[in-house]
């Protein structure tokens, strides 16, 4: 600004061009050229939230199972097409859905990891001590129809203990959403 308090022509020039910039590009980047809505900005990163593991009758993200050596469980699992809502940069919210084609793992850590997959991702190692399969280790979710599987445990190698099972929900657009079993194993009277 001018000592006379006008601003001179160049600056509004500018300020006007970063600004259009800014509006081009933002709503290039809202409304996306596939037609899809604009995914949630943690979206691939956070825990979509939409895995729930359990007896079937109570169904949780963090679920405790209590196991003997040499025991076997089979919990339910289900993976939903949880809903998330976007702002799409004018004023409105876009709905979207954590759905798809969904592939399945396992994976061992510790007790309250990270929601963040960048975080949680290097903490996670193979399953060891317990045998853990998935059936179906695919399915597919879609809003109003959930995915369901089962996990089978089995203690056999298991050493008295506790053991965080990470069941972990691919979703082929990019979305993950984990659930924790926490298997604990003891002693019986015999061993």
Not at 52 to 71: A, C, F, Q, W
Request: hydrophobic share 35%.
């Amino acid at each position: 600004m001018t000592q006379t308090g006008k601003v001179p022509l160049w600056e509004v020039a500018v300020l006007l061009f970063v600004l259009g910039s800014g509006c081009v590009a933002k709503q290039a980047h809202t409304t996306g050229s596939t037609g899809y809505p604009p995914l949630h900005p943690g979206y691939g990163e956070f825990n979509a939230n939409n895995v729930l593991i359990g007896d079937g009758e109570v169904m949780r993200k963090h679920y405790t199972l209590m196991m003997s050596p040499n025991g076997t469980a089979v919990l339910r699992g289900v993976v939903f097409a949880r809903e998330y809502r976007v702002s799409s940069g004018k004023g409105r919210a876009v709905t979207g859905h954590y759905d798809g084609k969904v592939e399945l793992r396992a994976y061992m850590g510790d007790a309250f990891l990270p929601q963040a997959w960048s975080a949680l991702k290097p903490r996670l190692k193979p399953v060891s001590g317990l045998k853990v399969e998935i059936r179906p280790e695919e399915l597919r979710v879609e809003p109003g129809k959930n995915g369901t599987f089962e996990v089978r445990i089995d203690s056999s190698n298991a050493a008295p203990g506790k053991y965080y099972i990470y069941i972990v929900a691919f979703g082929e657009e990019g979305w993950k959403g984990w659930a924790v079993v926490e298997v604990v194993t003891e002693k019986t009277e015999n061993g």
